[in-house]
Every structure is written in structure tokens, then in C-alpha cells.
């Protein structure tokens, strides 16, 4: 059975500071994975997904095959940067299946 | 841009009556999904749609649940006897063809609220 798990439920970080947000996954196939994020008041959506290995607002995810990861990262953390960020696996039926979310807060 | 929308924003409900909610996908979308949200926990996939019939769905979609695409817009979550447990925030989202890796667009929800 697939199972996405995000262990922090809140972080909170500087201004300027590095951002990490854990997410690890068990599935028994070859994953997809997604970040999809929900601003304050916004609906959820897309923030990157792991074959488009691209940037998007100063954010990157790897894809750690042999430690099952798909951490977060952001070098400079800006205040916008905060809302609640959820990981998520795609199995091959197209389904999405969420980690619990971690509540990112940027302190100005 | 163009977004999934649905209505209503809010529903409060009696223990075992029907609601019924209602999701206008993105134009050109073919593919349709459910998911819902009980307060604290993570979203949860309830079913998927495509070509005028169910292509998956969970555990948690039972014989209380339906969905069906009236006309050619809407998309619709209906729960025949709503429970207590049926509280949650349902989203419903849209894909343009059911490829993996697909973006899903979600609509902004609508809370339920079973008394």
C-alpha cells in the first residue's frame, strides 16, 4: 500500500534562512510525486512535480529513490513563502495520495 | 485562467438527509476527481471520473456516495444519508487527460457540516 508521510506538522523559520520540508513515501511502484501548496484564504495547488526537475518560486524537490524521499528546499525563505505545503504520490490509476501537510511559518 | 469552481462555499446538514455538491470543472478537462478533508487529517482521494463512469475510488466511497455528471458542465458528489463522520471540506479537482503526471486543479472546496 502506498503511504506519503511528512513528520513535521508545523515549521517555522527566519526571513533569509534555508527550508527544508520532509516528505517520504513507501510505495511499491515507480513513483510520481508532486508538492502542491495552500496559501492562506487559496485553493491547493500545484507547486512542482518531480520529472519537471524545474524551480518554481525559488523551490526545489529531488527525488531520493533509495531513501524514499521528496524533501522540499528553499535556500532563502521569503514571508510569502508561508502556507501549508502538502506532498503527494500518484499511483499509475492517477490518484493522489497526501502526506498530512506541515504548516510553514517565515518570520519576518 | 480558467478554475475549477464549486457550490455551495458552505452546507450545514441534519444527520441523515442528502446533499448534494457541485463542481464546474475546467472546459476541456476530461478527467474528475473527489476528494475530501476531515478537519486536522489529510486529503483523502474519494473517487475518480472519466467518460461518464467511475475509473476508481477508495474505501471511504461507499453505497451512500454517488457522483454524476448531469450535463455537460457540472460534476456533482451526492451523499444519500449524510453521518456525522461525512463532516469534512470536499474538493473536487480536474485533469486535462488522465496521464500520470497530469496536474490536478482543485477547487476551492466546500465545507460540510453534519449536525
Known amino acids: 500500500a502506498q503511504r506519503v508521510t511528512q513528520p513535521e506538522k508545523l515549521l517555522s523559520v527566519f526571513k533569509g534562512a534555508p527550508v527544508e520540508l520532509k516528505c517520504n513515501y513507501s510505495?511499491?511502484?515507480?513513483?510520481?510525486l508532486f508538492w502542491y501548496v495552500q496559501y492562506s484564504r487559496q485553493r491547493l495547488q500545484l507547486l512542482l512535480r518531480?520529472?519537471s526537475r524545474e524551480s518554481i518560486k525559488g523551490f526545489t524537490a529531488d527525488l531520493n529513490k533509495g531513501e524514499t524521499s521528496f524533501h522540499l528546499k528553499k535556500p532563502f525563505a521569503q514571508e510569502e513563502d508561508s502556507a501549508m505545503y502538502y506532498c503527494?504520490?500518484?499511483?499509475?490509476?492517477?490518484?493522489?495520495?497526501f502526506g498530512t501537510g506541515t504548516r510553514l511559518t517565515v518570520i519576518p | 485562467e480558467p478554475e475549477v469552481t464549486q457550490t455551495p462555499s458552505h452546507q450545514v446538514t441534519q444527520m441523515g438527509q442528502e446533499v448534494i455538491l457541485r463542481c464546474v470543472p475546467i472546459?476541456?478537462?476530461?478527467?474528475f476527481y473527489w476528494y475530501r478533508q476531515i478537519l486536522g487529517q489529510k486529503v483523502e482521494f474519494l473517487v475518480s471520473?472519466?467518460?461518464?463512469?467511475?475509473?476508481?475510488k477508495s474505501e471511504i466511497f461507499d453505497d451512500q456516495f454517488s457522483v454524476e455528471r448531469p450535463d455537460g458542465s457540472n460534476f456533482t458528489l451526492k451523499i444519500r444519508s449524510t453521518k456525522l463522520e461525512d463532516s469534512a471540506m470536499y474538493f473536487c479537482?480536474?485533469?486535462?487527460?488522465?496521464?500520470?503526471?497530469?496536474?490536478?486543479?482543485f477547487g476551492p472546496g466546500t465545507r460540510l457540516l453534519v449536525l
Open positions: 503527494a504520490l500518484q499511483t499509475g490509476a492517477n490518484n493522489l495520495f
Open positions: 472546459s476541456n478537462h476530461l478527467y
Open positions: 518531480h520529472i
Open positions: 471520473f472519466y467518460n461518464n463512469e467511475i475509473s476508481e
Open positions: 510505495y511499491s511502484g515507480s513513483p510520481e
Open positions: 479537482a480536474s485533469s486535462a487527460n488522465p496521464s500520470v503526471q497530469e496536474t490536478q486543479y
